[in-house]
């Protein structure tokens, strides 16, 4: 049985194929259009997925939405939102009038497909992605975001092949609203740049803290309202935050304004909060989930590896996944794993979830576009591509590193990824000037050996999609400089040889030079664009940066042959 998924309209447009109930391929649209957080129906990765699977638009059995729209515009209307007069808002009715409510003519149209359609909730979606692509049999479900239909906070319980939804917070109560208000606030794009804010945080005290409760109310279960005077979300697109907000807060920041320690400040209480009410919503789910000891977490929140930690260390749960695409982008894989699994009779596969599921390219590819691009290559054995490649980065060279099928999800995780020397101190400072051109408070992310963790970073189990940000262990964050943040912390990925044989190989390689099992790992792109995804992105990004190596396959690329 083939179910195709498909996210759309929002943000992070993607599709994925499951076909009797195993992800044959999944890839988000942005990057093939090489737009980011591209929207649009996901028509290139559609025929992506379709030609990974073997099969036309007439073969697929059903196509699984990932939310309900009439219910999403039954929010619109009832809130008051549909009613005004703005571009953002007319863009939005638009999509509803002409795609969204006619899923079954888009898809036609476009696509020649003329099968079911069917649609499934959006925190649903969410939960789904994270419970069957786990380990665990049975396990509590927690979904934090924005807003989907309605719900901004969904709890679930799953067992077997079934997921039960036990209760919600909704719209316009929102954690995720209250973030990405701030982070607007703060002079960062909204839907966009959450993860600065993180990253800013840890630069600051959360002194704000007593403020913030006067806009964000919790009770003793964990829910929470928002006092709506300090926002404009509900009625104006144009911000997020209300004249209430920046009386209590001061001026906001620009764009382009200075960052100032009381832009840290907020910042760091808002973090705060984050984690105590994730916390304290995981705490109140585990007690009427009956006890669970497994926690499945998804939604744009669920990207917050530090959020994630404290939820790992201090709720009641014992273990804990959160897939690598827990944000919308992964809104197409839980809605056709859903589709498949929910309700069937048959023993679920427990092997652990690979990402790896975007396109691969073959030698041939390769060649064709490193020709075009004028680049001089030679290829290399396995042996000797991995011991250059080690020395290259012990002697701070920054590499391109281009292997395998793409990543699903907004991390490169060792196949579109810049590899570098997490030893040298200045490596951090280097790679924004000369390659990524990015603020110099955000981190960058170790890649560790799996079976090395636990003597590098307080990890009790793997941390295999960034995800988690561990404690650096005494004596070790002055080995690893590059990748250890200004808090001691470390977002971490643990690479196992199963998962990824080829980067496994390479960081052994660099240990075997260096003493050290780790590497600094930045997704292979600049500022403002997409992840690469063809060798034709690759030599376009290696050639419009100061990159100093590009592997691609087996052929070491240098500019300077």
Same mark, same amino acid.
């Given at each position: 049985m083939n179910i195709l998924g498909v996210s759309c309209y929002f943000h992070d447009a993607s599709a994925t194929l499951v076909r009797d109930g195993a992800i044959?391929?999944?890839?988000e649209e942005e990057r093939f259009t090489r737009k980011k957080h591209d929207s649009?129906?996901?028509?290139?990765?559609?025929?992506?997925?379709?030609?990974?699977?073997?099969?036309?638009?007439?073969?697929?059995?059903?196509?699984c939405f990932y939310e309900k729209p009439l219910r999403k515009l039954e929010r619109l209307l009832a809130t008051g939102r549909a009613r005004r007069g703005d571009a953002a808002t007319a863009r939005q009715l638009s999509l509803f009038l002409h795609e969204r409510l006619f899923m079954e003519r888009v898809l036609a149209d476009r696509l020649g497909y003329a099968g079911p359609v069917r649609y499934c909730d959006h925190h649903l979606s969410h939960?789904?992605?994270?419970?069957?692509?786990?380990?665990?049999?049975?396990?509590?479900?927690?979904?934090?975001d924005a807003v989907g239909e309605w719900a901004s906070t969904a709890q679930f319980v799953a067992r077997g092949n079934t997921i039960r939804r036990l209760r919600e917070i909704r719209y316009p109560h929102s954690l995720g609203m209250l973030y990405s208000a701030v982070t607007g606030f703060l002079g960062f794009k909204v839907n966009n740049d959450e993860y600065k804010v993180m990253g800013l945080a840890s630069y600051g005290r959360p002194t704000?803290?007593?403020?913030?409760?006067?806009?964000?109310?919790?009770?003793?279960?964990?829910?929470?309202?928002?006092?709506?005077?300090?926002?404009?979300?509900?009625?104006?697109?144009?911000?997020?935050?209300?004249?209430?907000?920046?009386?209590?807060?001061?001026?906001?920041?620009?764009?382009?304004?200075?960052?100032?320690?009381?832009?840290m400040d907020i910042a760091a209480s808002v973090q705060a909060l984050t984690e105590r009410t994730m916390v304290a919503l995981a705490a109140s789910l585990h007690e009427v989930? &009956?006890?669970?000891?497994?926690?499945?977490?998804?939604?744009?929140?669920?990207?917050?590896?530090?959020a994630n930690t404290r939820v790992?260390?201090?709720?009641?749960?014992?273990?804990?996944?959160?897939?690598?695409?827990?944000?919308? &982008? &992964?809104?197409?894989?839980?809605?056709?794993?859903?589709?498949?699994?929910h309700g069937r009779d048959e023993a679920r596969p427990r092997e652990p979830h690979n990402p790896l599921l975007g396109p691969a390219y073959d030698e041939q590819d390769m060649q064709a576009a490193l020709h075009a691009a004028g680049l001089p290559f030679r290829r290399?054995?396995?042996?000797?591509?991995?011991?250059?490649?080690?020395?290259?980065?012990?002697?701070?060279?920054?590499?391109g590193w281009f292997q395998g099928r793409m990543e699903f999800g907004p991390r490169a995780l060792g196949n579109r990824s810049i590899l570098a020397n997490a030893t040298n101190a200045a490596m951090k400072d280097i790679i924004n000037a000369r390659i990524k051109f990015r603020e110099d408070f955000r981190p960058f992310a170790p890649a560790v050996l799996e079976e090395r963790a636990a003597q590098w970073f307080d990890l009790d189990g793997p941390s295999p999609y960034m995800l988690l940000a561990p404690q650096v262990l005494p004596g070790q964050g002055a080995r690893i400089p590059a990748v250890t943040h200004c808090d001691n912390s470390a977002r971490v990925q643990t690479v196992r040889a199963a998962d990824n044989p080829r980067l496994h190989r390479l960081i052994?390689?660099?240990?075997?030079?260096? &003493?050290?099992?780790?590497?600094?790992?930045?997704?292979?792109?600049?500022?403002?664009?997409?992840?690469?995804?063809?060798?034709?992105?690759?030599?376009?990004?290696?050639?419009?940066?100061?990159?100093?190596?590009?592997?691609?396959?087996?052929?070491?690329v240098d500019k300077g042959f």
């Open positions: 044959v391929a999944a890839a649009r129906l996901p028509e290139e990765a559609i025929r992506y997925c379709l030609r990974e699977g073997g099969l036309d638009m007439g073969q697929v059995d059903a196509v939960a789904a992605c994270a419970y069957f692509t786990s380990p665990f049999d049975s396990a509590a479900l927690m979904t934090v704000y803290a007593d403020r913030l409760e006067r806009v964000f109310r919790q009770g003793p279960d964990g829910s929470f309202r928002l006092n709506l005077d300090f926002f404009s979300f509900t009625h104006d697109t144009r911000r997020m935050h209300s004249e209430r907000f920046a009386e209590l807060f001061g001026p906001p920041r620009t764009p382009d304004g200075p960052l100032e320690q009381r832009h989930s &009956g006890g669970m000891q497994a926690l499945c977490l998804a939604g744009g929140l669920a990207l917050n590896c530090v790992l260390r201090q709720s009641p749960f014992s273990a804990l996944h959160v897939p690598p695409a827990a944000a919308d &982008g &992964g809104g197409s894989m839980g809605a056709a794993l859903y589709c498949y699994w290399l054995d396995d042996e000797t591509l991995f011991r250059r490649t080690a020395e290259l980065i012990a002697r701070d060279q920054i590499v052994a390689a660099f240990e075997a030079l260096s &003493g050290v099992p780790v590497v600094m790992n930045t997704s292979f792109n600049v500022r403002g664009e997409p992840i690469v995804c063809s060798p034709q992105d690759a030599c376009n990004c290696f050639l419009k940066t100061d990159l100093d190596f590009l592997v691609m396959g087996n052929f070491l």
